[in-house]
């Protein structure tokens, strides 16, 4: 009995030891940061660009594969919505689009698949992808998670200001979130 014991206390002290609970698990066919959707955060009437950087120390895993589809959780549909790919720039700001697509959603509340007209290859340099909304009144776009950020997964893009921030400095430290975008790849 003392050593069926032991042995249950050894096996639950082994694998706790293992698991690192602040890692979020991620498909190894999808970059994202983001958990489950939670919310649509309110952004007034304009055009943003709601963001996710994957740094060189992520994609450099990936060289040679391509993002097919980019799926989003888009709460209310917005007047038009874009696909942006942008190259490496700083680390608060994309660089140069090098991939843009037009979408026309219909299914609002919910994840939206969107393939992409070309698929994009991964290179290993720094990757933006971005989310572009333009809508006429305040509304809830594009969806995000309960939080907290990741770091690199809330960037946030206004035309009023024209300038990027991260969205806690943009919600003036009221919510730290990750955008739910996800690049899925082949």
């Known amino acids: 009995m003392k050593y069926s014991i032991l042995l249950l206390t050894l096996g639950l002290f082994f694998f706790s030891a293992c698991n690192n609970d602040d890692d979020v698990p991620v498909p190894e066919n999808q970059l994202s940061y983001d958990g489950d959707n939670s919310a649509?955060?309110?952004l007034p009437a304009g055009l943003y660009e709601c963001a996710v950087l994957f740094p060189e120390s992520i994609t450099s895993g990936y060289i040679g594969r391509t993002i097919n589809e980019v799926r989003v959780f888009i709460g209310d549909i917005?007047?038009?919505?874009?696909?942006?790919?942008?190259?490496?720039?700083?680390?608060?700001?994309?660089?140069?689009?090098?991939?843009?697509?037009?979408?026309?959603?219909?299914?609002e509340g919910q994840w939206n698949?969107?393939?992409?007209?070309?698929?994009?290859?991964?290179?290993?340099?720094?990757l933006w992808i971005s989310i572009?909304?333009?809508?006429?009144?305040?509304?809830?776009?594009?969806?995000?998670?309960?939080?907290?950020?990741?770091?690199n997964g809330d960037f946030i893009f206004s035309s009023s200001s024209q300038t990027w921030t991260n969205f806690r400095n943009f919600s003036n430290g009221e919510s730290s979130i990750n955008w739910n975008i996800r690049a899925l790849l082949n």
């Open 40 to 42: 649509a955060p309110f």
């Open 113 to 126: 698949t969107i393939a992409l007209n070309t698929p994009f290859e991964i290179d290993g340099s720094d």
């Open 78 to 107: 917005p007047s038009t919505i874009r696909i942006l790919i942008s190259e490496a720039g700083t680390s608060n700001a994309p660089g140069d689009v090098v991939y843009q697509q037009s979408v026309n959603l219909n299914n």
């Open 132 to 151: 572009e909304v333009d809508h006429p009144q305040e509304i809830r776009s594009v969806g995000c998670d309960a939080g907290p950020s990741q770091g």
